[in-house]
């Protein structure tokens, strides 16, 4: 077991990415506090976590707000005794024109999306600095490595994850802790699943993007965060690894030999 006797919190790990990743971590031996505005998917995930062998404890906590951040690592300590892992994971999307988005709309884009892992960062390195060791894994995204239409608000908090990543890493890399991203391509969670649904026709055109010729698996994000919070990342800090299908290694320019996908 990779994890055995580690703690850690996932915040938004009611669903998609956040729960592949609190089952695969529970699975490697860590006790997990599963994070989500949404009790019921918290309580299930960590339910299930039990079920399997697992220990879990769920935490009902909107971390936009900072007392529920402050009050979410005092929970992990509480029941778990200390804090390895902290997994920055939730997030509120808007879509929209940069020129129309609310600036209600951006704000709290920001809130949830970048202040909060950054709050959260905080909170957990008073508890991790003292043990002098700490993983902390922050889910970027492709969009903060470029820009799409109609995500603006995505595009800038993801951008603000990955370097804050970054100044966490350097700041903290002689006092033991460790700080990564993970930057997912298109992944195949319950708001994408929805959306493909309403507009199948943009489903199709996903995939032909990818040079994998498909969109990824919660899991397959999952097993990144796993390397990436193990022991067998022990040199491995400030980094944003890349778990796309390829999609980010194509500029994005059509074929000058006429080759496509199935050269
Ligand atoms: N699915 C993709 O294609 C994809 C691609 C790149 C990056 N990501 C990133 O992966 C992460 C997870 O996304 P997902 O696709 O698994 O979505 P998801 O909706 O399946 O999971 C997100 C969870 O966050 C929770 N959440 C939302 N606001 C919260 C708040 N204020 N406090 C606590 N919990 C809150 C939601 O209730 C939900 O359970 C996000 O950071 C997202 O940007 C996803």
């Known amino acids: 077991m990779r994890l055995k006797d580690k703690v850690a919190l996932i915040s938004g790990s009611g669903s998609g990415i956040g729960e592949a990743t609190a089952k695969r971590l529970a699975a490697e031996g ?3 506090v599963v994070v989500d505005l949404n009790q019921d998917g918290a309580t299930r995930v960590a339910e299930e976590i039990r079920n399997a ?6 935490l009902h906590a909107n971390v936009g707000n900072p007392p529920e951040i402050e009050n979410m690592i005092k929970f992990a300590v509480e029941k778990f005794g200390r804090l390895d892992i902290l997994h920055n994971n939730a997030i509120r999307l808007y879509t929209g024109r940069v020129g129309e ?12 999306g970048l202040t909060a892992y950054w709050y959260a960062t905080r909170c957990a390195l008073a508890v991790m600095v003292p043990q002098r060791k700490g ?3 922050n889910t970027g995204s492709v969009s ?5 239409y109609g995500l603006g608000a995505y595009n800038a908090i993801k951008a603000g994850v990955i370097n804050v990543t970054r ?33 199948p026709e943009i489903a199709q055109k996903s995939e032909q993007t990818v040079p994998m010729g498909r969109c990824g698996e919660p899991i ?31 500029t994005g320019m059509p074929s000058v030999a006429g080759g496509g996908p199935d050269w």
């Open 144 to 148: 903060g490595l470029a820009g799409d």
């Open 30 to 32: 860590a006790s997990v």
């Open 101 to 112: 988005m609310t600036l209600e709309q951006w704000r709290k884009s920001i809130d949830i």
């Open 135 to 137: 993983a902390i894994v």
């Open 220 to 250: 397959e994000i999952a097993n990144v965060v796993l390397f990436l919070v193990s022991d067998e990342a022990s040199y491995v800090t400030g980094t944003c690894i890349v778990a796309d299908g390829g999609l980010m290694a194509h």
């Open 53 to 58: 062998g697992g220990k879990a404890e769920a």
């Open 167 to 199: 100044a966490t890493a350097i700041e903290y890399a002689r006092k033991g802790i460790r700080c990564n991203a993970v930057c997912p391509g298109i992944i195949l969670t319950p708001p994408i699943l929805k959306s493909r649904r309403a507009l």
